[in-house]
């Protein structure tokens, strides 16, 4: 099992910076790579970023290249999205991911409303 909690969500001004944490426990020797997905009202979840815990590559959705950055600190088992230049439609519910030998797990979620 592993869990997940996310933090770091709230308002902010179009053209603000936000940064997001999530944090792994229990059996984080098993996870291969960690993400973030956003889903917005009336909309899918959809992948924002990810990141391997091996090699440390990284994949991200295009409505957020250049803006965001994900990256992780493995001596503190937890994953960071930096997200910058928000625009409303950045607006939504953002959950961290983690993929374990193909089991996946989510966290409780942090809301993130871009908004003047």
């Known amino acids: 099992q592993v869990q997940l909690v996310e933090s770091g969500g709230g308002l902010v001004q179009p053209g603000g910076s936000l940064r997001l944490s999530c944090a792994a426990s229990g059996s984080i020797f098993s996870i291969t790579a960690m993400g973030w997905y956003r889903q917005a009202p009336g909309k899918q979840r959809e992948l924002v970023a990810r990141i391997l815990t091996s090699g440390g590559s990284t994949d991200y959705a295009d409505s957020v290249k250049g803006r965001f950055t994900i990256s992780r600190n493995n001596a503190k088992n937890t994953v960071y999205l930096q997200m910058n230049s928000l625009k409303p439609e950045d607006t939504a519910v953002y959950y961290c991911?983690?993929?374990?030998?193909?089991?996946?797990?989510w966290g409780q979620g942090t809301q993130v409303t871009v908004s003047s």
């Open positions: 991911n983690s993929n374990s030998l193909g089991r996946i797990y």
